[in-house]
Nanobody, 112 residues
Framework: VQLQASGGGLAQPGGSLRLSCAVS????????MGWYRQAPGKQREAVAS???????TYAGAVKGRFTISRDIPGNMVYLQMDNLKPEDTAVYYC???????WGQGTQVTVSS
């Protein structure tokens, strides 16, 4: 299984970014998929997830600002991040709830 996250970059506070995750070796329709992030010096934390039925859940820190979605035919998972804050700065990863080997992640930096 390979999980390739992309779409990160530098954004200003209040700005937006859209992350993409290309999944191969398994099908997302059979997995609860999620986005995770790890800030420097901190443990990896869950940000958002989407169930097999398509129900999203969010961490309190991002609720109302981030939106997780998926493209089942394309085997892709997305994270739309709006109203970004400096504390959102981290490396973002996608994975299943029962995790596969972690991919490289994509860096998100929020700074003015």
């Amino acid at each position: 299984v390979q999980l390739q996250a992309s779409g990160g970059g530098l954004a200003q506070p209040g700005g937006s970014l859209r992350l993409s995750c290309a999944v191969s070796g398994t099908t997302i329709r059979e997995n609860i998929m999620g986005w995770y992030r790890q800030a420097p010096g901190k443990q990896r934390e869950a940000v958002a997830s989407i169930t097999i039925a398509g129900t999203p859940t969010y961490a309190g820190a991002v609720k109302g600002r981030f939106t997780i979605s998926r493209d089942i035919p394309g085997n892709m998972v997305y994270l739309q991040m709006d109203n970004l804050k400096p504390e959102d700065t981290a490396v973002y990863y996608c994975n299943a709830l029962v995790p596969y080997p972690w991919g490289q992640g994509t860096q998100v930096t929020v700074s003015s």
